[in-house]
């Protein structure tokens, strides 16, 4: 590279990385074909539309790799071309799930979705976010008791609110989703229902999560979490008398974005496709046997874990009650000082501040691509207990 500058912190960002134990949650490392189609002169056309319907010449091989992402995406997850379509343009996650609402959900409408201390996202309604503004969040959490989902409660809210749409899929829950029991909810009051599995959906893949492909009318993704594709995002929608798809594409383009970035989709297609292949699998079981023991052994180092252990890839850690008497920044500090990087989080009716809240989040998705296994996983935990309890 002939930049100086900008290849100099190129090569510090990779040391940082490579130096780092990388605990957080929403992040992995992709391989070298995703980050070379990334890469690509992909990047250099503009392809406004869709396949076989664009606004500019010069699209024969951008509408091939457009098509082959979508076909990918779709046999990925075992969905049948005539009952599912899939959208491959979203920019990251943020806009598909947006899209979902520009495209569903009339201005002021309600979207149940679940509170950002609880684990939701922002864009399922919250204030600050724009999905906040334009709509109205019916906000649920989770049960103080047990931290887990509580179904009955959800099914009270969801008939007294009548929302438009309920949006199920979180950032900080860290177990399995009965999607179900949301399908009955939603019908229960007649609202579509969304699924955001933008964290889970490497494990769908993979097969060790439930899919919500039986039960959802949308189903929204990040491809960078433990998909272990590019930052960019997929929307999912059910063909049916509804005309879910075209609302849905309308809304991604011309409704929100221009151009869609090629070259994203052609790293989107090379992600879906590692994901398909065995090795996947593997490295997915592997990721759940990781969190299972980290969470297990901080539980013996004293730690809460909230909901009393995970599921998934992910766990929350109260650092405060039960812990090590110091608030979440604190505990995120120290270990960043110590090489271990993670992010402060609040939990579940949290008695802190948002910007000092009592716990930690911990994901395994990125450390288990490094090759770590259980025994590596005992000893990070002893780490952090170290590091936090003195
Ligand atoms: C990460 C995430 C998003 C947003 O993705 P961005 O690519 O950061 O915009 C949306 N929903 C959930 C549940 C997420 O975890």
């Not at 995002?233 to 309308?250: E, G, T, V, Y």
Request: with cysteine.
């Amino acid at each position: 590279m002939k930049d100086k500058d900008v290849a100099q912190y190129i090569k510090e960002e990779r040391a940082r990385q490579r130096r780092a134990c990388n605990l957080i949650a929403s992040e992995n490392y992709v391989s070298a074909d995703v980050l070379s189609a990334l890469g690509s002169v992909f990047v250099n056309k503009y392809a406004e539309g869709y396949p076989a319907a664009r606004y500019y010449g010069g699209n024969e091989v951008a509408d091939k790799i457009e098509l082959l992402a979508e076909e990918r995406a779709l046999a990925l997850f075992t969905l049948s071309p005539k009952k599912w379509s899939v959208n491959v343009q979203p920019l990251s996650g943020s806009p598909a799930n947006l899209a979902v609402y520009l495209a569903l959900v009339p201005k002021g409408g309600k979207i149940m979705g679940m509170e950002l201390a609880s684990g939701g996202h922002l864009t399922h309604g919250q204030r600050v976010s724009v999905t906040g503004i334009i709509w109205r969040q019916i906000p649920y959490g989770v049960d103080k008791k047990t931290e887990w989902l509580n179904y009955d409660a959800l099914e009270q809210l969801a008939k007294k609110e009548s929302p438009d749409i309920i949006v199920a899929g979180f950032t900080a829950y860290p177990r399995k989703i009965n999607f179900k029991k949301f399908r009955k909810i939603a019908d229960a009051c007649g609202a579509y229902l969304l699924v955001d599995m933008s964290h889970i959906a490497g494990l769908v893949a993979g097969g060790v999560h439930p899919s919500p492909f039986p039960y959802a009318d949308i189903v929204t993704t990040t491809t960078h979490k433990t998909l272990r594709g590019p930052r960019a995002a997929l929307i999912f929608s059910k063909k049916d008398s509804r005309n879910l798809p075209a609302k849905i594409n309308k809304a991604v383009f011309p409704g929100l974005q221009g151009g869609p970035h090629m070259n994203q989709i052609a790293s989107v297609a090379v992600a879906l496709n590692e994901a398909a292949q065995p090795p996947f699998k593997a490295y997915v079981r592997q990721v759940i046997k990781n969190a299972r023991i980290l969470a297990q052994e901080l539980q013996k180092n004293g730690f809460r874990i909230i909901s009393g252990g995970t599921d998934t890839h992910l766990l929350l850690v109260d650092v405060w009650r039960g812990g090590s008497g110091i608030g979440g920044k604190e505990a995120s500090e120290r270990l960043e000082t110590a090489g271990i990087i993670v992010n402060k989080n609040t939990i579940p009716f949290d008695t802190r501040p948002p910007k000092d809240p009592s716990g930690i989040r911990l994901g395994t998705a990125a450390e288990t691509t490094c090759g770590k296994k259980e025994k590596d996983f005992k000893q990070i935990a002893a780490r952090i207990a170290r590091i936090l309890k003195r």
